[in-house]
């Protein structure tokens, strides 16, 4: 049995299942996040976030799989019938995106439902995760990483009703510097700034927020965008203090199995010593705040 302190994961993502009660938690693996080399995507069971069974294989790359490395910010829903896993991949000279793949069950195998990631091939993409609209439409929202356009964006893209082909092209919905906490870093020589780990939440009120994750002054930071017309498109406003400023960051959130309403995150940043980190919130008017 493994407590949270013994499992080195980033980007820790939750699936709570009710009728196991059973909390599924999924993540980039720690020890390869930054090696060359991956060997899959991992989860842990557990009944009540603090006692851990696992790892177990969620998914090993089938032969001929095009990605080899940075297997990160795994996500499973259930969507239609089907357990769907995104997460992002990447191989060398091979632009790095998020891939979509299904099983029957939270646990797997997961394969692949497309020849190669849904985000588009000449951009650098990574932390997809599923948005289904009021309509019933579903949409990727994903990052256009920094690397590449120096202002890291966060984009939404339409999906087919059957998650295997994108329609039409991405949409802006804001970049990294629109916030007034986001600070510019440097990494290698490159400067820019970072967005990482978009996570749609839907307000009691209605309200739609994206949490999502940056640099500012208190080191990896969680922030807020609104959006103006509580729909996918926006406007989408930056919330002027972020929701998070520890040093922790790439959330999502989820209810327990009593209802409390959670955030997931990563803390502290800095491999090797990166751990998930369960936090209680609320909602405070028309954004969350922590408890």
């Known amino acids: 049995m493994l407590q949270n302190s013994d499992i080195h994961i980033r980007d820790p993502f939750v699936l709570p299942i009710m009728a196991e009660n059973q909390y599924y938690l999924y993540g980039t693996t720690g020890p390869e996040a930054w090696t060359a080399l991956a060997t899959g995507i991992d989860y842990y069971t557990s009944t009540d976030l603090q006692n851990w069974n696992g790892p177990f294989p969620a998914f ?3 032969a001929g799989f095009w990605s080899d490395r940075n297997y990160w910010a795994p996500e499973v829903r259930f969507y239609r019938a089907t357990y769907y896993l995104f997460a992002t991949f990447k191989a060398e000279g091979v632009c790095r995106g998020t891939q979509i793949l299904a099983a029957d ?16 091939r000449d951009w650098e993409c990574l932390d997809g995760t599923l948005f289904v609209d009021a309509t019933e439409q579903p949409w990727m929202v994903f990052c256009h990483e920094w690397v ?47 967005t990482d780990g978009p996570w749609l939440h839907r307000l009691t009120n209605g309200e739609l927020i994206i949490l999502w994750s940056s640099f500012s002054s208190g080191g990896y ?10 729909e996918i498109s926006g406007p989408w406003q930056q919330v002027p203090e972020p929701l998070y400023s520890g040093d922790g960051g790439h959330c999502m959130t989820f209810r327990s199995f009593d209802g409390q309403l959670l955030l997931a995150l990563h803390r ?24």
């Open 60 to 62: 090993r790359p089938p």
């Open 105 to 120: 069950s939270p646990r797997g195998p997961f394969l692949p439902i497309s020849d190669g990631p849904i985000t588009p």
């Open 148 to 194: 590449q356009v120096g202002d890291g964006e966060i984009c939404a893209l339409r999906l087919s009703d059957d998650l295997k082909t994108a329609v039409g092209q991405p949409q802006l919905l804001f970049r990294a510097s629109e916030a007034p906490w986001a600070q510019e870093i440097n990494s290698k020589g490159r400067r820019g700034y970072v």
């Open 221 to 230: 930071t969680i922030g807020v965008a609104k959006s103006a017309s509580g």
């Open 268 to 291: 502290p940043n800095p491999s090797p010593d990166e751990r998930p980190q369960f936090i209680p919130l609320r909602e405070n008017g028309s954004s969350l705040q922590i408890v």
